[in-house]
């Protein structure tokens, strides 16, 4: 690994992103969960049991979704806590 100091790439995040918009609605976590979902099964045929398991559960994912659903009700956005709920506990 390499360090360099050389500033090569910014990211800025904000409210009004796609990405911000899918999490706070929840769209992105759907796509996330079937992302995770293929990668189980790809870990599983691979025999690798351990990632397998971890892609099942995608633990950070999931409780990001939590993270989100008191920020989606204090905005409003009431319908996305289904949503947002199904891919905490499924």
Known sequence: MVIDPTLSFLYRRHSAS????????????????????????RFKTLGWEKAA???????????????????????GKVDSVPRLAKHIFS
């Open 53 to 75: 398991r971890a892609a099942s559960f995608h633990t950070t994912s999931r409780l990001n979704a939590a993270t989100l659903i008191l920020k989606s009700v204090s905005k």
């Open 18 to 41: 796609d990405s911000s918009v899918r999490a706070l609605d929840g769209r992105r976590f759907d796509e996330e969960r079937s992302f995770f979902e293929g990668q189980a099964v």
